[in-house]
Nanobody, 125 residues
Framework: HVQLVESGGGSVEAGGSLRLSCAAS????????MGWFRQAPGKEREGVAS???????RYADSVKGRFTISRDNAKNTLYLQMNSLNPEDTAMYYC???????????????????WGQGTQVTVSS
C-alpha cells in the first residue's frame, strides 16, 4: 500500500520561507521520479518541481531560483524548500510519485500515479 504524506505547509508573509516534506511508504522514493504540484482555488493543478532517481531536477519557470526540490534517501522523504514566497504561491501543494521505476522527469500531472492528500500554503502580502 503506497502512501505519500505531506507536511510543512502553513501561513507566511510575503518574502518568507517554508519547507514541505513528503514521507513515502510502500515505494522507494530514490528509484523513481517524484514531484511537487500545486493547485490554487479556481485554477488547474500545475507542476512545480520534479526530481528523478539520478538527481536531475526540473522546475516550473514561476519558481526557478526560489524553490528547491530534494530527497533524503535514508528517510524515504521528498522535500520542497520554498524561499521568497509571494501571494501567487498560495495553493494546496501535493506530492506525487511516478508508478514506474527509474522514470523520467515530467511536470505533467497525468504522468504520476501516486498522490498525497496535500498541504496548504498561504502567503499574505
Amino acid at each position: 500500500h503506497v502512501q505519500l504524506v505531506e507536511s510543512g505547509g502553513g501561513s507566511v508573509e510575503a518574502g518568507g520561507s517554508l519547507r514541505l516534506s513528503c514521507a513515502a511508504s510502500g515505494i522507494t522514493a530514490s528509484r523513481r521520479a517524484m514531484g511537487w504540484f500545486r493547485q490554487a482555488p479556481g485554477k488547474e493543478r500545475e507542476g512545480v518541481a520534479s526530481l528523478d532517481n539520478g538527481g536531475s531536477t526540473r522546475y516550473a519557470d514561476s519558481v526557478k531560483g526560489r524553490f528547491t526540490i530534494s530527497r533524503d534517501n535514508a528517510k524515504n522523504t521528498l522535500y520542497l524548500q520554498m524561499n521568497s514566497l509571494n501571494p501567487e504561491d498560495t495553493a494546496m501543494y501535493y506530492c506525487a510519485a511516478r508508478k514506474f521505476l527509474y522514470s523520467t522527469l515530467t511536470l505533467q500531472d497525468g504522468d504520476y500515479g501516486y498522490w498525497g492528500q496535500g498541504t496548504q500554503v498561504t502567503v499574505s502580502s
